[in-house]
């Protein structure tokens, strides 16, 4: 590493570590200057103790929405990958499904996340579909819009030898759309925990989105708060995560 790096590296550490802090303690004098009650605003003392309380159980909901967003994040990012994939290579599909891809996007997620219930239960299974279906269209749509617009050298290069469509889309243009890939994958991962949430709160008996409405009808606020905190630190990660693959995508781009 070096001299130069380390210290951009440093400040970049401490910068993500002070706005936390002054995000919190933003909320504290909030708290203080309002003089709010607590099962209104509790402060961040009050949720920071409600975090250790219930540790096991926000532990126990929290691993029910981590699977459903993982699970639900493999299926649309497969599925959208797949689709851009026979888009950019069949003019006659893009015929066919744009048109129903614009359709379906038009249509909110709160209003097809009780159908998707009533068909597939409160168990796992709609919750998965419910985050597959919101990260589906990010990544097809970036992914078909980068295979569409290989470098126009390489563009010319598969013209001169020829090409045959599926080689050039396999060993041309989808390495060239990777990173646009990645990016699609950021946009899904910070879409994909409003999709689960939606979903445990239309129907379902664990989960985060469960446990906040539990919390709220119960008055516990400060429990309502913490779900949202670990939720929140999820979303966090699945975006840090997110970015790490992008980056990786684009390190390996020819």
């Not at 060239?176 to 910070?190: E, F, I, N, Q």
Request: proline share 9%.
């Amino acid at each position: 590493m070096t001299g130069g790096r380390f210290p951009a590296l440093a400040r970049r550490g401490a910068g993500l570590a002070v706005l936390p802090l002054v995000v919190l303690a933003l909320w504290q004098a909030v708290v203080w200057a309002t003089g709010v009650p607590p099962f209104i605003l509790p402060g961040p003392g009050r949720v920071g103790a409600a975090l250790l309380a219930h540790a096991p159980m926000l532990a126990e909901h929290a691993g029910f929405t981590l699977a459903n967003l993982a699970m639900g994040l493999a299926a649309g990012v497969a599925f959208g990958v797949v689709t851009a994939l026979n888009l950019a290579l069949s003019p006659v599909a893009r015929r066919l499904m744009r048109p129903l891809l614009v359709a379906a996007q038009a249509v909110p997620i709160f209003a097809l996340a009780p159908v998707v219930t009533l068909w597939l239960g409160y168990g796992a299974p709609s919750k998965v579909v419910m985050v597959a279906l919101v990260v589906y269209f990010p990544v097809t749509s970036v992914l078909f819009d980068a295979l569409m617009r290989p470098p126009p050298a390489l563009e010319d290069l598969a013209r001169m030898m020829r090409a045959r469509p599926l080689p050039e889309l396999m060993l041309i243009r989808l390495p060239h759309a990777l990173p646009a890939l990645g990016s699609g994958l950021r946009l899904a991962a910070v879409q994909a925990p409003f999709a689960v949430i939606i979903g445990e709160w239309v129907g379902s008996s664990r989960g985060l989105g469960h446990l906040m409405l539990m919390a709220n009808g119960r008055g516990q606020t400060d429990l309502m708060f913490a779900a949202l905190t670990v939720l929140a630190a999820m979303g966090v990660g699945l975006f840090a995560g997110a970015g790490l693959v992008q980056r990786a995508l684009e390190r390996g781009r020819p």
